[in-house]
């Protein structure tokens, strides 16, 4: 008999684009609003509006990239009364405006008509990540549309570095959606979160640049924006990645739990064959007996003990009770039939060995962010400030700006620098890392002052040193 719930989606997806209600839908398979609410819930994973919504609108979203029909037409389309509701519904559920959405071709949440309720479940995480992710594309698009305004070498190199990072980012989208149909596919999540990582790097080292760029010259409002732009672009990006990587623990936890059920089934299945077996064997206690105790060491293994490797070492020694069993047949061909529940057991131990092979590897949580990397992340941003820093000096150098004393207590500043970076590698205390890179940021401040506007690349590479002073 079909279930009706399934029979209700099919009747969801041919009246989509009309105002729905649970008392219709409910109706339309002769169920009464609370039985059927309930029943839906149970089936699919979350409540029929919430389903019936998100079907709109993932359909809205293919509307929107693949006609050039209006974003009000499309909105009348799918049962909204107007584009300002539409948007902030569609907004809610892609991350982006219906507008953003199809100016950049952005990764859809594809709402399927018909899941598994586990992939129903995992699809939540997943459309969890592609709303963070659809909008920190969009702000990347724009940060990098605003640098490509003006006409200077450095904003073009800029904005196309940006774009780039979308790209990136966007390619890693297509992965994940991958994760809500397969869910083995979580394994990608390393080498996602890799990119997601290395964009806030890019991220930063883009503002970095950008502010390094505009305190050379004179600074205008229109520099100041972009600068603050690309700032607010770093700091999205790493908020975006710490939420991608609290999702993809959540989408872990999710499979390992499902994953633990299964494998529970699974050798309650073997063990409850194994008594099977065991009970029907009689005059041979030692068989009996060692298959009795095998039942029970398999009941008891730790559920993170239960490896292919160890469920192995179990088909082994089944294989030396049943040839010790095939040996005994031999003098008592009458006693086959009594053992034959033995190649059942051995059936159902191998079938749970093949379901462990199979297992996706490390659905584990992503590990936790150490002090002693903290460190290293320390000392490698210094690394960078350093490197900046030298690149100034030289340039002020080539141009004459520096006398003696000057360069002097350029390359005191950069000693001091060095030396934080060398306690940082050595995960020294922390607070005398912080107070060597704020003492490097007091000299090279006092430095920038004597300069005066010559000094201003110095000023704003100071300031940078004091914020990783406090990072530290």
């Known amino acids: 008999?079909?279930?009706?719930?399934?029979?209700?989606?099919?009747?969801?997806?041919?009246?989509?684009?009309?105002?729905?209600?649970?008392?219709?839908?409910?109706?339309?398979?002769?169920?009464?609003?609370?039985?059927?609410?309930?029943?839906?819930?149970?089936?699919?994973?979350?409540?029929?509006?919430?389903?019936?919504?998100?079907?709109?609108?993932?359909?809205?979203?293919?509307?929107?990239?693949?006609?050039?029909?209006?974003?009000?037409?499309?909105?009348?389309?799918f049962g909204y009364d107007s584009r300002e509701g539409f948007s902030r519904s569609f907004k809610a559920y892609m991350g982006v405006t219906p507008g953003e959405y199809r100016k950049y071709s952005l990764t859809a949440i594809e709402k399927k008509t018909v899941k598994e309720r586990g992939k129903m479940t995992y699809s939540k995480s997943t459309?969890?990540?592609?709303?963070?992710?659809?909008?920190?594309?969009?702000?990347?698009r724009e940060t990098a549309n605003h640098a490509r305004k003006e006409g200077e070498p450095f904003r073009s190199v800029i904005a196309d570095r940006t774009d780039n990072l979308a790209n990136r980012v966007q390619a890693a989208l297509e992965r994940i959606t991958a994760i809500a149909e397969r869910p083995d596919e979580i394994t990608n999540r390393f080498a996602i979160l890799q990119i997601l990582t290395d964009s806030a790097f890019e991220s930063n080292l883009l503002a970095f640049n950008v502010g390094l760029t505009v305190s050379r010259a004179q600074p205008t409002q229109d520099s100041d924006l972009m600068r603050e732009k690309f700032y607010a672009l770093a700091v999205a990006a790493h908020l975006k990645a710490d939420k991608v990587t609290e999702f993809f623990n959540e989408l872990s936890a999710l499979i390992f739990e499902d994953i633990k059920k299964s494998y529970d089934d699974k050798i309650r299945q073997v063990v409850q064959v194994a008594k099977s077996a065991t009970a029907s064997v009689s005059g041979y206690d030692n068989i009996k007996n060692e298959l009795t105790h095998f039942a029970t060491r398999l009941e008891q293994i730790p559920f993170?003990?239960?490896?292919?490797?160890?469920?192995?070492?179990?088909?082994?020694?089944?294989?030396?009770?049943?040839?010790?069993a095939d040996m005994d047949i031999t003098h008592n061909p009458q006693d086959k039939e009594m053992f034959a529940k033995?190649?059942?057991?051995?059936?159902?131990?191998?079938?749970?060995?093949?379901?462990v092979d199979a297992l996706p590897k490390g659905v584990a949580t992503v590990k936790e962010y150490t002090p002693q990397q903290h460190m290293q992340n320390c000392a490698f941003q210094g690394n960078i400030l350093l490197f900046y820093t030298r690149g100034e000096v030289e340039k002020m150098n080539n141009a004459g700006a520096l006398d003696d004393d000057n360069n002097r207590a350029a390359a005191a500043v950069c000693d001091k620098i060095n030396c934080a970076i060398q306690l940082a590698n050595n995960a020294a205390d922390a607070t005398?890392?912080?107070?060597?890179?704020?003492?490097?940021?007091?000299e090279m401040n006092r430095l920038a002052d004597v300069l005066g506007l010559c000094g201003n690349p110095i000023k704003f590479l100071a300031t940078e040193m004091k914020r990783l002073a406090e990072r530290v």
């Open 1 to 77: 008999m079909e279930n009706p719930v399934l029979r209700s989606l099919e009747i969801i997806e041919s009246q989509i684009s009309e105002k729905l209600t649970v008392e219709h839908i409910a109706g339309s398979v002769h169920f009464s609003k609370f039985h059927y609410q309930r029943l839906f819930r149970e089936t699919v994973g979350e409540s029929v509006m919430e389903y019936v919504t998100k079907r709109k609108l993932t359909l809205a979203g293919r509307e929107l990239l693949e006609t050039n029909a209006a974003v009000t037409d499309v909105a009348i389309k």
């Open 432 to 442: 005398a890392v912080s107070q060597n890179y704020f003492h490097a940021a007091d």
């Open 127 to 140: 459309d969890k990540i592609i709303r963070e992710l659809n909008d920190f594309i969009v702000k990347a």
């Open 304 to 324: 993170d003990e239960k490896t292919a490797l160890r469920l192995d070492d179990c088909v082994f020694q089944l294989n030396i009770i049943s040839f010790a």
């Open 342 to 355: 033995l190649a059942e057991f051995k059936d159902a131990l191998t079938d749970a060995v093949e379901f």
